[in-house]
């Protein structure tokens, strides 16, 4: 074999590896080119409307929408706060009964909590023993068979209950409440006052405390101010009244809103968010406490089923500052929306407009390779 035909394959080999790296290049031939921007002044009513149109309407949501309702310059913290809340007065059933608030719960109150009952269902010397229950309902003793009613003692037997049905027999206080127990409807309930404190800390924006613990006397409401509430205007605020929940009881969300906004002078105002937050068809509230006592040797209870309205408070401090870094964020992000007036004014005049070709034609001008 001569020498020429040793070097054929090594010559094709080459000219194939040149070949693939010319098409490369002539795929990236658009990083020879540069575009740079032609002004050209086209004397056409048709764009200028559309222009300045846009522009007037980029301006006016900026400055209305962006600046003015929506405040895109200020800066704001929110922090959870703490809330101390009373019940004061007391309620009454006529002579019978009377219900303050050392009732509301024995082992100690909820700070936070407030419950006032409507109606108090009380169930006196309950004892130990085995009687029927009116919620264990049956028909015969059959259906009072230990194995279908695992949680109670006794159930093998099924009686008449004092509410008139039938119910299985079962370890427990005795008798069961039914309509033999004593009910009170508490007269002056709606008219008793919740009085509430609160305190809320800034951290991230400037470190301060807003608290009002060192208010002195009761800002009863509708006072700006107010502190103090009486039962029917807080359920009126959760859009209800206090006599619809009277058999049943309900629970409201009271959120207590601290907004302090900075200005030339630091102005604080509070205000109350309410709402209903069990189910109003098959919701409710109740609390049950008993006390205690023996005759001789036997232990006894009265029971006290009270059913009432429980309010749920939580604090929440909002801080509202001008911040420079957000002003400056909304001017610079204006500047970049501003150019939306120019490439909307292009993209008509390029592609709707019947002169497209001649505008196109204007607006863009190719030289000619100035390659070497």
Same mark, same amino acid.
């Given at each position: 074999?001569?020498?020429?035909?040793?070097?054929?394959?090594?010559?094709?080999?080459? +000219?194939?590896?040149?070949?693939?790296? %010319?098409?490369?290049?002539?795929?990236?031939?658009?990083?020879?080119?540069?575009?740079?921007?032609?002004? !050209? %002044?086209?004397m056409? %009513?048709?764009?200028g409307?559309?222009?300045?149109?846009?522009?007037a309407?980029?301006?006016?949501?900026?400055?209305?929408?962006v600046?003015? =309702?929506n405040?895109?310059?200020?800066?704001?913290?929110?922090?959870?706060?703490?809330? @101390?809340?009373r019940?004061?007065?007391?309620?009454v059933?006529?002579l019978?009964?009377?219900w303050?608030?050392?009732?509301?719960?024995?082992?100690?109150?909820?700070?936070?909590t407030?419950?006032?009952?409507?109606?108090?269902?009380?169930?006196q010397?309950?004892?130990?023993? *085995?009687? /029927?229950?009116? @919620?264990?309902?049956?028909?015969?003793?059959?259906?009072?068979?230990?194995?279908? =009613?695992?949680?109670?003692?006794?159930?093998?037997?099924?009686q008449?209950?004092?509410?008139g049905?039938k119910?299985?027999t079962?370890? +427990?206080?005795?008798?069961?409440?039914?309509?033999?127990?004593?009910?009170? @409807?508490?007269?002056n309930?709606?008219?008793? $006052?919740?009085?509430g404190?609160?305190r809320?800390?800034?951290? +991230? *924006?400037?470190?301060e405390?807003k608290?009002n613990y060192?208010?002195?006397?009761l800002l *009863?409401?509708?006072? /700006?101010?107010?502190?103090?509430?009486?039962?029917?205007?807080?359920?009126?605020?959760?859009?209800?009244?206090?006599?619809?929940?009277?058999?049943?009881?309900?629970?409201?969300?009271?959120l207590? !809103?601290?907004?302090?906004?900075?200005?030339?002078?630091?102005?604080?105002?509070?205000?109350?968010e !309410?709402?209903?937050v069990?189910?109003i068809?098959?919701?409710?509230?109740?609390?049950?406490?008993?006390?205690?006592? +023996?005759?001789?040797?036997?232990?006894? %209870?009265?029971?006290?089923?009270?059913?009432?309205?429980?309010?749920?408070?939580?604090v929440?401090?909002i801080?509202?500052? /001008?911040? $420079?870094?957000?002003?400056?964020?909304?001017?610079?992000?204006? $500047?970049?929306?501003l150019?939306?007036?120019?490439?909307?004014?292009?993209? !008509?005049?390029?592609?709707?407009?019947?002169?497209?070709?001649?505008f196109r034609?204007?607006?863009?001008?190719?030289?000619?390779?100035?390659?070497?």
């Amino acid at each position: 074999m001569s020498e020429s035909e040793e070097e054929e394959p090594f010559i094709e080999e080459n +000219r194939a590896r040149v070949s693939f790296w %010319r098409r490369v290049w002539e795929k990236l031939s658009f990083l020879k080119n540069y575009e740079t921007i032609k002004e !050209v %002044r086209i004397m056409d %009513r048709r764009l200028g409307y559309i222009y300045y149109g846009c522009f007037a309407l980029i301006v006016l949501y900026l400055v209305i929408f962006v600046f003015l =309702i929506n405040k895109a310059y200020l800066d704001q913290e929110k922090a959870q706060g703490s809330a @101390y809340v009373r019940v004061l007065g007391q309620a009454v059933s006529g002579l019978d009964y009377a219900w303050d608030a050392a009732e509301q719960n024995p082992w100690g109150l909820e700070t936070n909590t407030a419950f006032i009952p409507s109606k108090v269902i009380v169930t006196q010397r309950q004892a130990q023993g *085995i009687c /029927p229950d009116p @919620y264990l309902y049956c028909e015969s003793d059959s259906d009072c068979q230990p194995i279908d =009613i695992p949680n109670v003692v006794e159930g093998k037997s099924c009686q008449e209950t004092a509410e008139g049905t039938k119910g299985c027999t079962a370890w +427990r206080w005795c008798p069961p409440e039914s309509s033999e127990s004593t009910e009170y @409807y508490l007269e002056n309930a709606s008219e008793q $006052l919740v009085w509430g404190r609160y305190r809320v800390e800034f951290k +991230r *924006i400037k470190e301060e405390v807003k608290e009002n613990y060192s208010t002195e006397g009761l800002l *009863i409401y509708p006072d /700006p101010k107010a502190n103090t509430w009486e039962v029917s205007d807080l359920t009126q605020l959760a859009g209800f009244n206090f006599s619809d929940i009277v058999e049943k009881g309900a629970v409201v969300q009271v959120l207590w !809103v601290i907004k302090c906004t900075v200005t030339l002078s630091e102005d604080c105002e509070d205000y109350l968010e !309410v709402k209903r937050v069990d189910d109003i068809e098959g919701g409710g509230y109740a609390v049950y406490h008993s006390y205690y006592y +023996r005759e001789g040797d036997l232990l006894y %209870r009265d029971l006290y089923h009270m059913k009432g309205v429980k309010f749920l408070f939580k604090v929440t401090g909002i801080y509202i500052t /001008p911040s $420079l870094y957000k002003a400056v964020l909304q001017f610079a992000s204006a $500047l970049g929306l501003l150019i939306a007036a120019t490439a909307i004014t292009d993209g !008509v005049m390029l592609n709707l407009l019947k002169e497209k070709s001649h505008f196109r034609k204007l607006k863009i001008q190719e030289t000619e390779d100035l390659n070497d």
